[in-house]
Nanobody, 124 residues
Framework: QVQLVESGGGLVQAGGSLRLSCAAS????????MGWFRQAPGKEREFVAA????????TYSDSVKGRFTISTDNAKNTVYLQMNSLKPEDTAVYYC?????????????????WGQGTQVTVSS
């Protein structure tokens, strides 16, 4: 059974940085694609970034490109989301997701496994 556990959320001022972590367990993840999504109150869950664990192929939403970086630590089975130059509109619950079909996807329906989420709040 795949388990994803996020951590690293919190309250930060605009312009600040946070690093989210997603610890994955239960499978061999070398064939997986890992994604980060976020959901603000009253809004749909939206794609943030994704990475193919084996090849390091990454993709980002336009709203975070140049500010956020997704990466993996294979030895620790952990995916990171480094968030810099944070803005109040980045405030949301951030979710880690995993998919085992090799294809980097940008929609929530493309992912089979989800973490519980971690709250990120950016104050102005």
């Amino acid at each position: 059974q795949v388990q994803l556990v996020e951590s690293g959320g919190g309250l930060v001022q605009a312009g600040g940085s946070l690093r989210l972590s997603c610890a994955a367990s239960g499978r061999t993840f070398s064939r997986y694609v890992m994604g980060w999504f976020r959901q603000a109150p009253g809004k749909e869950r939206e794609f943030v970034a994704a990475i193919s664990w084996s090849g390091g192929l990454t993709t980002y939403s336009d709203s975070v490109k140049g500010r956020f970086t997704i990466s993996t630590d294979n030895a620790k089975n952990t995916v990171y989301l480094q968030m810099n130059s944070l803005k109040p509109e980045d405030t949301a619950v951030y979710y880690c997701a995993a998919d085992d079909t090799f294809i980097v996807k940008t929609t929530p329906s493309g992912y089979d496994y989800w973490g519980q989420g971690t709250q990120v709040t950016v104050s102005s």
